[in-house]
């Protein structure tokens, strides 16, 4: 259960905290905040295609929503899930966010950390703290289970504006004395520690008929696309009708001190 001082927290905004665990149609009842809340590409990771749904049956204890007191509208939504990791942090892998829900789902070793899968408020909703309230929940999860670590592979929410720009010198970037990218700011204010940048995070593959129906656009020939969401460009290749995104992440771990 939340501290205390959550608890304070849900009540002055008067949103309640469900799990999974406790509500009947909790996936679908998500989808309305989940949906909405990405570009359509992004829904179309084959590795998230086939675990998304067991994930919340399974793990069902670490995925939550808030929702209104007064409208019962659903506003938010975190996903997490336990996983086995044989070694240091500062060495996890490359594949961050397919690596953490594949090997959360398909792993038998007995986990020994949190990893953060995601975070979705409604757009509406953001810009008024939802998302380190969210950040606090989920690390309040972990430890009720017996997980000290939160590690999460975050996805910088302005990143998707300079998309030709690696990584790695993004991350640098500052504003004043503060990290540049808002919600790097938000998990370091909340005592994160970035690790390293998990270059192959998510990989997102279709038909050139499919980027163009995900995305909007045209795709004529064989070039690099910049698409809007996406935080590296989108290569795509006419003549094996294909199209490939491969998205970075940055690893970051909260530990409780």
Request: aromatic share 10%; with cysteine.
């Amino acid at each position: 259960m939340p501290t205390k001082a959550l608890n304070k927290e849900l009540d002055k905004r008067k949103l309640s905290l469900v799990t999974a665990s406790k509500v009947k149609g909790f996936l679908e009842q998500a989808d309305t905040v989940c949906l909405p809340s990405w570009p359509e590409f992004m829904l179309n990771d084959e590795v998230a295609n086939r675990n998304w749904a067991e994930l919340n049956i399974r793990h069902a204890n670490f995925q939550f929503a808030l929702i209104e007191q007064d409208s019962q509208k659903w506003i938010a939504v975190g996903n997490s899930v336990p996983v086995y990791w044989p070694d240091v942090v500062e060495d996890l892998p490359d594949d961050g966010w397919d690596w953490a829900l594949s090997t959360g789902m398909e792993d038998n070793s007995t986990p020994n950390l949190l990893c953060a899968l995601a975070i979705q408020i409604l757009p509406d909703y953001r810009g008024r703290g939802l998302s380190t309230l969210m950040i606090q929940i989920m690390k309040e999860i972990g430890k009720r289970f017996g997980y000290d670590q939160l590690i999460a592979p975050v996805r910088p929410s302005k990143k998707c504006d300079y998309p030709l720009l690696p990584m790695e010198t993004y991350i640098e970037w500052s504003q004043g004395y503060l990290r540049f990218d808002p919600w790097l700011r938000v998990h370091e204010r909340l005592g994160a520690r970035m690790l390293k940048v998990c270059p192959q995070a998510m990989k997102i593959t279709g038909s050139v008929q499919e980027w163009q129906d995900w995305t909007g656009m045209s795709f004529q020939a064989s070039a690099e696309y910049i698409v809007p969401g996406a935080l590296n460009p989108v290569t795509i290749d006419i003549d094996k009708d294909n199209g490939e995104y491969i998205e970075p992440n940055v690893w970051m771990v909260h530990t409780d001190d």
